[in-house]
């Protein structure tokens, strides 16, 4: 059940569910302030990381910007078995990457332009989870899982750790047939990577 609270009209859309097109969300399918919409969403497909955004005509880009954005984790037994971290907060970590423009109260703000209408709206900060550029998060010894989501509206990031490679095990689609060893990804809006990092690697250097 979708339930609108945010003061306006709005649409939502999943990326990555196999589902029928009448409940994929869309302008299309506008859900009053105050409305719910309950569709009937079946769930019959290999583990991956999905996500949601507004999809609302002529509001997508701000609605999104806003906050209106998160991830759908789909598990199957294959990934629940496998041998991977899998304890949320421990050594599994979620992380939702955008960028915001921030006025004189640290407000985000939202300005129209030409240029953001041939470019997109670009933001100079960092936010994680809706946190303003955290720098240090407490993760045990051994390897720590990383399943990341950027949410930007127009900005490619590069990853890469200070040391050490990326191990990459899963994008959009679900895992990869075997992991992929590199130095940095650069991911463009929507897109979504599953990572191992090990930790005592990193703390030999």
Not at 77 to 103: C, E, I, N, R, Y
Not at 154 to 170: C, K, W
Request: proline share 4%; net charge negative.
């Amino acid at each position: 059940d979708v339930t609108n609270t945010i003061g306006d009209v709005v649409a939502l859309h999943w990326h990555g569910l196999h589902i029928p097109g009448d409940v994929d969300g869309g302008p299309h399918q506008e859900i009053e302030d105050g409305g719910v919409w309950s569709p009937d969403v079946p769930i019959v497909q290999h583990a991956s990381m999905n996500w949601f955004h507004s999809h609302m005509h002529g509001k997508t880009a701000q609605q999104t910007y806003k906050g209106l954005a998160g991830v759908l984790l789909v598990e199957d037994d294959a990934s629940l078995s496998a041998d991977l971290p899998k304890t949320s907060g421990v050594d599994d970590f979620t992380l939702v990457l955008q960028d915001q423009m921030l006025d004189g109260s640290r407000q985000m703000a939202y300005a129209l332009s030409a240029e953001v209408f041939e470019d997109g709206f670009e933001g100079d900060t960092l936010v994680v989870n809706g946190a303003i550029a955290p720098v240090a998060q407490s993760v045990p010894t051994g390897l720590v899982r990383f399943r990341i989501l950027t949410a930007c509206n127009a900005r490619f990031l590069t990853l890469s750790m200070a040391t050490g490679p990326l191990h990459v095990i899963a994008c959009e689609g679900g895992f990869l047939s075997s992991t992929v060893e590199t130095a940095s990804i650069l991911m463009s809006p929507g897109e979504r990577y599953e990572l191992l990092v090990d930790m005592t690697a990193v703390e030999r250097n």
